[in-house]
């Protein structure tokens, strides 16, 4: 059984930028859609951003889009979240989930195996 650890969450002003890190270990195989998501307090769990591990293509959600870049280093086995222009509504726990091979519902949760615990991302105005 795999892990998947997020970490890099923290609190932030408006406008400031954080970096979050997936750690994804004991997943086998080289093929993998990685995706970030998050769910903030009384709303339903959301799509950011997904990376198919061979290609390294991106897909995003459009109303994130230019503000948040997700990364592959295959070399560490980590998935990165790059936000920038952080805004309150931005407030959430941010999750990583992983499925093997590609999925062309990479925005949907249901379309993911394995999930991480979840780091919390807070932006004050």
């Known amino acids: 059984q795999g892990v998947l650890m997020e970490s890099g969450g923290g609190s932030v002003q408006a406008g400031g930028s954080l970096r979050l890190s997936c750690l994804y270990s004991?997943?086998?195989?080289?093929?993998?859609?990685i995706a970030w998501f998050r769910q903030a307090p009384g709303k339903e769990r959301e799509a950011v951003a997904s990376?198919?591990?061979?290609?390294?293509?991106?897909v995003y959600v459009d109303s994130l889009k230019g503000r948040f870049t997700i990364s592959l280093d295959k070399a560490k086995n980590t998935v990165y979240l790059q936000m920038n222009n952080l805004k309150p509504d931005d407030t959430a726990m941010y999750y990583c989930?992983?499925?093997?091979?590609?999925?062309?519902?990479?925005?949907?949760?249901?379309?993911?195996?394995?999930w991480g615990q979840g780091t919390q991302v807070t932006v004050s105005s």
């Open positions: 990376i198919y591990s061979n290609d390294l293509n991106t």
């Open positions: 989930a992983l499925v093997y091979g590609r999925t062309w519902r990479r925005l949907t949760p249901q379309a993911y195996s394995y």
């Open positions: 004991g997943y086998s195989g080289s093929s993998k859609t």
